[in-house]
C-alpha cells in the first residue's frame, strides 16, 4: 500500500466500495469554530501558515513536542519561518493525524503530492502561496469545492450575527448557521464572569441582577438565534450534573459573586445545575439539538495558560468523573421530548456512553469520536461500541470541530474511510450483508444527522 493511495485506511476491496459510496457525499458540520467574520470577507488567505496551522492547537502540540521553540508556533517569527520550522519537524510527527490532515490537505486542495519535510517546506510554500492568491481559493470558493453542505459555527449568545446573513447572502443559499453556546453565561467562577454578564445585559437593554432576570436575557437571544436559522446549542460540559437545584439556591450563589466573594465547588455546581436544565428547557421548545461536550479539564499546563491563555493546547480529559447517575438524571428531565447528541473527551468513558445512549431510545445519540479521540484508532474504537452496544442508525453524525476550514474536507474524508473500513470487518465476518453496510454509511455520513440537525 502507497502512502495515502486510493486504499488509505480501507483494508478491503469492500471497504473501498463503501467508500465510493460516500466519499462524494456534502459535508454536514454540526459543529466547528469557524471564524465567520473571516467567511463573509472572503478575501485571498494570506500564506501558507495562516490556512495550514495559524489557527490551529492540533499542529502548535505536536511541534511543541518536537521542541520548536513557541515565537515559531504563536510568537512573532514570520509566517514562513513557522511555516519552515513546521517542515523541518513533519516527518517527526508520523503516525499522528495530523501528519495525515495535513497531507491530505495538500494533495485534495492544492494538487501537491510532495511529502512535506525540511527540503520541501520552501518550494511547498510557494505553491501554496501561488494557489492561496487564486479567486477559487477564496474562503466561500473552498467551502464550494469542498461540498460544504451546511456547517455549524459556534457563538456566544450576545453575538450580533451579521457575518453569518453576509455569508448566506454571499452564497445564495444558507452554509452557515450559528449554534448557541452560553458557557460564558454558566462560568460563574471565572474572574471575567461579572464583565460578561454587563456585557450580555447591555445586548439586550437589561440589568442582569438576578439569575431569573439572567435567565429572561437568555431566552431573548435563544428566540434572537431561531430567528437567524440556530438549529443547535453547545455546551462545556466538564462533569454532568443532575438538574436537581432550585432557583433559590442558584440566587445566592449569584448574589455571592456579584459581592465579589468566590463560590465553593458544591455552588459553583448549584448555580450550572439550575441553569443547564433552563437551558435545555428552551432547547426543548424550540425542537434544537442540546450538544453536550463532557470531561475536558482545561489549561493544566501553567507556563502556557500564564504566557497564551486559553485554547492553546493545554486541556486533557479526566476519567475520574461520575458521568452515569447525574446524566441519566438530566436525562430523564427531557426523555423523548430533547434532543441530545453525547461527545465524550476520555476514550474510557465510551461504553458507558453508548449504554446510556442504548437506553433513552431514538433521541439521545453519540456524537462522533471527539478532539483527542478523533483519530483512525479513536474513531474505529468509538464506531465499534456504537454498533455492537447501541445502532449505526442512530448515530449523531461527524463533526469537524476545526478553527480553519481547509481541514473540513480532510477530516471528513478520513471519519468516512474509518467508517468504510469498521463496516466492511462486519460485512467480511458475515455480520452484514454489504447492501445494508452501503445504506448505513449513507444515513451515518449525510442523511441522517441532517434529518436529526434539522438542517
Not at 30 to 52: C, L, T
Not at 69 to 89: C, H, N, Q, Y
Not at 123 to 135: D, F, M, R, Y
Not at 183 to 206: C, Q, S, V
Amino acid at each position: 500500500m502507497g502512502f495515502m493511495d486510493d486504499k488509505y485506511l480501507l483494508e478491503s476491496e469492500v471497504s473501498l466500495a463503501i467508500y465510493s459510496s460516500v466519499k462524494n457525499l456534502p459535508i454536514i458540520d454540526p459543529h466547528n469554530h469557524a471564524d465567520v467574520k473571516e467567511i463573509a470577507e472572503n478575501g485571498n488567505y494570506s500564506d501558507a501558515w495562516q490556512v495550514f496551522a495559524a489557527t490551529d492547537h492540533y499542529v502548535w502540540e505536536v511541534m511543541r513536542k518536537r521542541g520548536v521553540e513557541e515565537k515559531f508556533i504563536t510568537g512573532d517569527a514570520s509566517p514562513k519561518e513557522k511555516w519552515m520550522e513546521l517542515a523541518r519537524v513533519m516527518p517527526e510527527i508520523a503516525g499522528n493525524p495530523v501528519y495525515e490532515w495535513i497531507h491530505l490537505d495538500l494533495r485534495r486542495r492544492f494538487d501537491i503530492r510532495e511529502m512535506l519535510n525540511a527540503d520541501s517546506g520552501e518550494t511547498i510554500w510557494e505553491k501554496v502561496n501561488q494557489k492561496l492568491a487564486e479567486p477559487d481559493f477564496k474562503p466561500l470558493e473552498l467551502l464550494k469545492k469542498m461540498n460544504v453542505e451546511v456547517m455549524c459555527s459556534t457563538d456566544d449568545p450576545a453575538d450580533t450575527l451579521e457575518y453569518h446573513e453576509q455569508v448566506n447572502a454571499k452564497a445564495g443559499r444558507t452554509v452557515i448557521r450559528p449554534t448557541w453556546r452560553p458557557d460564558k453565561a454558566m462560568r460563574i467562577h471565572f474572574p471575567d464572569f461579572k464583565a460578561y454578564i454587563e456585557k450580555l445585559g447591555k445586548r439586550f437593554d437589561t440589568t442582569i441582577d438576578s439569575v431569573r432576570t439572567l435567565v429572561e436575557v437568555l431566552q431573548k437571544s435563544h428566540d434572537f438565534f431561531a430567528a437567524k436559522g440556530c438549529r443547535a446549542s453547545d455546551h462545556d460540559t466538564p462533569h454532568p450534573l443532575p438538574g436537581n437545584a432550585t432557583l433559590e439556591e442558584a440566587e445566592a450563589v449569584f448574589r455571592k459573586v456579584l459581592a465579589g466573594e468566590k463560590p465553593t465547588q458544591a455552588e459553583i455546581d448549584t448555580y450550572q445545575d439550575y441553569l443547564t436544565l433552563q437551558v435545555a428547557d428552551m432547547d426543548m421548545r424550540a425542537g434544537w439539538v442540546y450538544q453536550m461536550h463532557m470531561g475536558v479539564v482545561r489549561n493544566v499546563r501553567d507556563t502556557l495558560y500564564k504566557a497564551l491563555g486559553a485554547d492553546v493546547g493545554g486541556d486533557v480529559s479526566e476519567f475520574y468523573i461520575d458521568i452515569v447517575k447525574p446524566l441519566c438524571s438530566f436525562l430523564n428531565h427531557f426523555d423523548d421530548k430533547l434532543k441530545i447528541v453525547l461527545y465524550c473527551l476520555e476514550p474510557c468513558h465510551e461504553a458507558s456512553l453508548a449504554a446510556v445512549a442504548r437506553a433513552f431510545g431514538k433521541n439521545v445519540r453519540l456524537g462522533s469520536a471527539w478532539w483527542l479521540n478523533d483519530t483512525p484508532y479513536g474513531m474505529s474504537t468509538q464506531l465499534d461500541y456504537i454498533g455492537n452496544v447501541d445502532l449505526y442508525a442512530n448515530f449523531g453524525g461527524m463533526v469537524s470541530d476545526s478553527r480553519k476550514i481547509l481541514s473540513y474536507a480532510s477530516r471528513f474524508e478520513m471519519f468516512r474511510r474509518v467508517l468504510a473500513n469498521v463496516l466492511a470487518n462486519k460485512v467480511r465476518l458475515g455480520r452484514m450483508p454489504y447492501e445494508v453496510a452501503e445504506k448505513l454509511a449513507v444515513m451515518m455520513c449525510y442523511s441522517e444527522p441532517k434529518k436529526f440537525f434539522n438542517v
